[in-house]
């Protein structure tokens, strides 16, 4: 069995990418923070269950489920596949309740707000695959 096999480090490995892509689409919000017209990004949430194998029962509990693999959509011949973006994750539409007169609805305190959070949610899910690691050496008695 791989080490890509198990649920819990296939989701944290998951989350990890998500919060790296994340980064890149609230890097571009600041960047065009003074560009006319432009709305800021946002990636939704990864369905972690659902990326970890996982099912809902319907009653708030888990059962074991297989998902299909993910692969990432080439939505323009001239793209490359798996080359920066999104990787794959869906874009949030959340409108924004603040638009400058230029018609700009980036808030720069949000973003950096939504930054911070997302580095202390990624170092989180860094801390728990490296602990996850080491429980796997610990269980096959390599140090």
Not at 18 to 41: C, L
Not at 106 to 127: C, G
């Amino acid at each position: 069995m791989a080490i890509g096999d198990l649920k819990l480090v296939d989701a944290l490995r998951t989350k990890m990418q998500w919060h790296q892509a994340r980064q890149r689409v609230i890097a571009e919000n600041v960047a065009n923070a003074d560009t006319p017209r432009y709305r800021g990004k946002d990636l939704k949430r990864p369905d972690l269950p659902a990326a970890a194998g996982i099912a809902a029962d319907g009653r708030g509990g888990l059962r074991g489920a297989r998902v299909a693999a993910v692969s990432l959509a080439v939505t323009q011949p001239g793209h490359s596949a798996g080359l920066g973006g999104s990787r794959g994750f869906k874009s949030d539409a959340t409108p924004r309740f603040e638009v400058t007169p230029n018609g700009n609805a980036v808030d720069i305190e949000e973003e950096m707000t939504k930054s911070a959070e997302n580095q202390l949610d990624y170092q989180t899910a860094a801390s728990l695959y490296q602990q996850s690691m080491a429980l796997i050496r610990t269980a096959l008695g390599r140090k």
